[in-house]
């Protein structure tokens, strides 16, 4: 038997419960893991809270690592006792789970655990982010929020390699710090800044090529604005609440922008495209890695991690220790 957290009905935290199931056994081309570390995300509450419905019951958790304790048939890339990780599919927060062979990605000896279970999917985001949503080339400026959470800390120093140019929000002085050692070179603070103002200050009246903003509607209007004509603006999230003012009349032809709702869940679907994503992904990780880890919680305790989460208590991805 092994313990895993299920949801039993979408609504708050309380409906969360540990619970003791039989992981099974692995079938043709699955795997058995045997977990070390899950990350917590915002799509676990958005799904959690039923905006991203589930099948009820459901076991949140859409990244982890740990050890591969069992093999299916057909499975050749990976062996008993590897290291792996694995990001864009349900099914989490357990202390093991059975997988598609596919989703393991093997785990160099420099890259940790805790570090893959915690930031494999905001990579993969970032790689989504930074080069199919609106591809960076030398001199692209960015506009980031939440300068100093889990996915920045990955997108920012991704996208500095990359030759953009980046300015970031943070609700706090301490906050602004962090996102300055992400290597953002400019950060607006306070959640009653001008944000519109400040980042067509920076750009000399232009405004940035590309929007990243994951908290909605609190900061909608003023990426809006924020953004040049003929930029990209990408909404990975709705921290702040969803976008009850949106309208097509937002975007054109004033100013004639490209908007995207991408999901790193429809993006690391396919076999083939999520080898080469999330082989990228842990090479960003080897290469630039976050500056600061969020907070550690056992898996009993998966309520509070959500809640640090959702509350906006935290820096950095919170993780469930294993």
């Known amino acids: 038997m092994t313990q895993i957290i299920e949801l039993s009905t979408p609504g708050g935290v309380k409906n969360l419960s540990l619970i003791s199931r039989d992981p099974g056994v692995p079938g043709p081309a699955e795997i058995r893991l045997r977990q070390t570390g899950v990350g917590v995300n915002f799509i676990d509450i958005y799904q959690r809270k039923g905006i991203y419905p589930l099948p009820m019951p459901a ?41 598609p062979a596919w989703r393991a990605v093997k785990l160099p000896d420099n890259l940790s655990d805790a570090l893959a279970a915690s930031s494999l999917l905001r990579a993969c985001t970032a790689h989504m982010l930074l080069c199919k949503v609106h591809e960076i080339t030398p001199g692209t400026t960015i506009l980031i929020h939440a300068g100093a959470g889990g996915l920045a800390s990955i997108v920012i ?20 710090e962090r996102a300055l050692a992400h290597g953002a070179e400019k950060v607006i603070v306070g959640r009653d ?10 750009t000399d009246g232009r405004g940035v090529d590309f929007t990243i903003d994951g908290i909605g ?9 924020a953004t040049a004509k003929f930029g990209t603006f990408a909404s990975v999230g709705q921290a702040g609440g969803g976008l009850k003012s949106l309208s ?9 922008l490209a908007f995207h709702t991408p999901s790193v869940m429809a ?34 305790d998966a309520s509070a991690a959500q809640s640090s989460l959702e509350n906006g208590t935290t820096t950095g991805t919170p993780l469930l220790v294993i």
Do not use: C, M, N
């Open 59 to 99: 076991v949140l958790g859409v990244e982890g690592a740990g050890v591969v304790e069992a093999i299916g048939a057909d499975v050749t890339h990976v062996t008993v006792g590897d290291r792996v990780a694995y990001a864009g599919i349900v099914g989490g927060y357990a202390e093991a789970r059975i997988l």
């Open 157 to 176: 120093p991704w996208a500095k390699r990359l030759g953009a140019k980046i300015i970031a929000t943070a609700g706090t002085e301490s906050k602004a």
């Open 193 to 202: 800044a001008k944000i519109a103002k400040e980042v067509r200050d920076w």
């Open 217 to 225: 509607e609190p900061t909608f209007r003023a990426s809006l604005e």
């Open 248 to 256: 097509a009349k937002d975007f054109g032809p004033q100013r004639s």
């Open 267 to 300: 993006y690391l679907a396919d076999p083939v495209r999520y080898e080469a994503v999330a082989k990228e992904a842990i090479e960003a990780l080897q290469a630039g890695a976050p500056t600061s880890q969020g907070p550690q919680f056992p898996l009993s």
